[in-house]
């Protein structure tokens, strides 16, 4: 028995991203071990105990799994994943499959959406933790976010299970817990290199807050800041010196977060330390952070620290796509992206959609029909492959039946929508790349894909990314990506759709 797993889009764009790993994990499970059932109870009234006898013998030995590789752009009608095996077994992975693909896709997509309308250049933070549907939620989105495109997440326990890189500020809480300078004990701070040690760190940061002050270069701009976030900033350095990445809106961005920032910073400086820069989480981020960028450029000058002007700028405060757009246009200096609920819930669509279809039984394919055209399956045992132009794009994707001969560069193809007698095209691809790969060959003897590492699946995703026209990828009005089929695959698809639709009849 041969079943597909296949999606519908998320919302403005008509490509997402495969996401394999934790459903072959679920085979690995079950067929390395007996499934562990309840015994039916009253809870249970129409279940026999036959059944439960039937469930803890189950493995998943005869089942084969063929998947388009993890990481990868995968578009409309295309199957995900070919499933063959023993009717009930396939139709008893049917759901943890579907949700297992569903979730990591949908997130690992929207992560890559983020990505694509920040620009290359900018690094983006997964902060979704406290938002996210759950700690199992978390975690998965932690590592598809990664996948998708971002470089970096807060969730400390993603951070070790994954190898994904950690980063993070402190809390409005942490900069508000302070009262004053007093507060800090420890005032010992030894150089980078070790060579020397400051005894009061805090004075050399009051020293260099009071020559902040009076700089002719910054024109009197900065008077009195608040103590208690100083005081905050200070305890921060002195615990992450060679991390040092404040958050500067607790109380007032420009009249005490960023001088009371820069003092902390220079006087890092002074022993070897770089500070890593500032956090902007509310008001108007495109203005706070080019006047920001403009302080940090002035101090370089003043104070003849190199670098310092290059200082990195991070916004956060429930950022999107749309946030991310609009800032684009204003104009900004901000460096980082700190995105967490529009992205790790999925704001703009709830879930993807993937369904799981019987399309052949017993060799014999299976049809499902519906008045709506875009829900009806597209039968039998297939094959897929990508097909290349002149230019590296890829242009158009085709099924074949598994008995078909498989397409090749250079050899005239006839390409036909599925449903659309009009819509027909030859294609003479540069080349070709056949998607669906064997991950779990059953007691076959077919040799089976490896899953690589996260890292590789996260560049294969970036990869992909770029092989896609920018037609294709635009956030407004993307041109449709062309999804096929044979001309001897659509001739049978109709066929069979005809024997299986009833004939009306009028009177």
Known sequence: MTFTLGKIHLVGSSLFLLALRSALSLLRISSSQNMTFLSCNQSLPMCEGAFFDYLREVDCSDVEVYSIPEGSVVFPKVPLMRVEGPVAVVQLLETPF?????????VTTNAARHRHVAGKSKVLLEFGLRRAQGPDGAISAS???????????????????????????????????????DEIPDKVL?????????????????????????????????????????????????????????????????????????????????????ASGIRLDSGDLAYLSIEARK????????????????????????????????????????????????????????????VFKLVEINSKPRIKLSEDVAKVSIPCKKRCFRLYG???????????????????????????????????????????????????????????AELPSLDKIRSRCMQQLEKLRPDHTRRLNPTPYKVSVSAKLYEFIHCLWLNEAPVGELQ
């Open 143 to 181: 590592k598809y976010c990664f996948m998708g495109g971002f470089d970096a997440t807060s969730n400390v326990l993603a951070g070790n299970l994954f190898g994904i890189p950690l980063r993070g500020t402190h809390s409005h809480a942490f900069v508000s817990s302070y009262m004053s300078l």
């Open 98 to 106: 579907v949700n297992l693909i569903n979730y990591a896709s949908l």
């Open 295 to 354: 302080v940090f450029r002035a101090v370089e000058k003043e104070f003849n620290v190199p670098g310092f002007g290059r200082m990195v700028i991070t916004a956060s405060n429930d950022l999107n796509e749309e946030t991310i757009d609009a800032l684009n246009k204003q104009g900004h200096e901000v460096d980082a992206y700190g995105i967490g609920t529009y992205l790790v819930t999925c704001y703009s669509q709830a879930a993807l959609g993937c």
């Open 390 to 448: 002149k230019e590296g794009y890829p242009l158009v994707d085709i099924m074949i039946r598994e008995s078909e001969p498989s397409p090749k560069a250079g050899e005239r193809i006839l390409c036909r929508h599925p449903f659309i007698e009009s819509k027909r095209a030859y294609v003479v691809p540069q080349h070709v790349e056949e998607l669906l790969q064997c991950y779990w060959p059953g007691r076959s003897d077919k040799p089976r």
């Open 190 to 274: 030894r150089s980078k290199d070790g060579s020397r040690v400051c005894q009061d760190f805090v004075s050399l940061v009051q020293e260099w807050l009071q020559k902040i002050q009076v700089a002719d270069s910054l024109g009197g701009a900065f008077g009195d800041t608040n103590q208690s976030e100083l005081a905050a900033f200070v305890s921060y350095a002195l615990a992450f010196p060679s991390n040092f990445l404040a958050l500067v809106d607790t109380y007032d961005v420009m009249r005490s977060g960023i001088p009371n920032f820069c003092a902390v910073a220079l006087a890092l400086h002074d022993l070897g330390y770089k």
